[in-house]
């Protein structure tokens, strides 16, 4: 790779994009959770805290969801710019959208 | 001198999570210097933030799931409850982000980083995300510990 073909490797843009999608499904799961409780429980059932189930399960995802995608030409497809924006606004809306769920549930 | 296990692991854990922000700076500037000579560099910084961002996260959790009641009763009853509803909950989840975005660095920094400008637009953006959502976390904790500072103050107060 140089200068010349400035994309992101193929396990790079896949994790990448993991990275984006298991960040805004931490969001979507921290706000569900809340909202229904049996979801909860039963969170808190696998590992005693529904907070170490959902780590867990990010982690997992993330390492998961990146092999399954690198495997794929989708990441690779979508280009590094769109990646870099994909990923940034994604941290952005789930930092913001975490701080909005828990002031105003 | 009276120090619990208590202290040790929340100390710990916000120390991690701090140096963890700091290795992600490191390893920001030697990106903005990406040359060959230090790639090498450059990969170990990004495992220095994954190593540190686990360390916080299994202390702080370990802390959490063992000590924190104890706290958040405490911090309920005080004047700022919105410590525990809106920052410890919001920190709580909120570690998550910094924690995907540093194992996903370590990825990102194996590229050619020198050669490659996407990969280091890529990594400059990650690092720095990393940084901002670490000292993020890093004041909520702040927050959340000056919740149970004045709900005691309080206490001790109402109880003269």
């Not at chain 1, 193929?10 to 805004?24: E, G, T």
Request: contains cysteine; aromatic residues 10%.
């Amino acid at each position: 790779m140089d200068a010349a073909t400035p994309k992101l490797g193929r396990v790079n843009a896949a994790y990448a994009l993991s990275a984006a999608i298991v960040i805004l499904f931490n969001t979507l799961i921290s706000c569900v959770k809340d909202a229904h409780v049996p979801l909860k429980a039963f969170m808190a059932s696998l590992t005693g805290k529904d907070w170490t189930t959902q780590g867990l399960a990010d982690v997992i995802l993330f390492a998961l969801l990146g092999a399954i995608l690198s495997n794929t030409g989708l990441p690779e497809k979508i280009g590094p710019k769109r990646l870099i924006c994909f990923l940034t606004a994604a941290v952005v809306i789930a930092g913001t959208g975490l701080f909005a769920w828990y002031a105003l549930y | 001198m009276n120090v619990t296990n208590s202290d040790v692991i929340l100390l710990a854990h916000a120390t991690f999570g701090a140096l963890g922000a700091l290795a992600a700076l490191w390893v920001f500037v030697e990106t903005l210097n990406a040359q060959e000579r230090n790639a090498a560099r450059t990969r170990k910084g990004a495992l220095l933030v994954a190593a540190c961002m686990v360390a916080a996260w299994i202390l702080g959790g370990y802390w959490y799931v063992h000590f924190y009641p104890a706290d958040k009763a405490i911090i309920l009853k005080g004047p700022w409850p919105f410590a525990h509803e809106l920052f410890m909950e919001t920190k709580e989840h909120l570690f998550f982000l910094t924690l995907i975005l540093s194992f996903y660095l370590t990825i990102a920094s194996r590229e050619k980083l020198y050669a490659n400008s996407s990969a280091r637009k890529m990594v400059l953006w990650v690092s720095m995300l990393v940084v901002l959502s670490g000292l993020a976390v890093e004041g909520f904790g702040a927050i959340v510990n000056h919740g149970a500072e004045v709900a005691l103050k309080a206490a001790v107060k109402g109880g003269r």
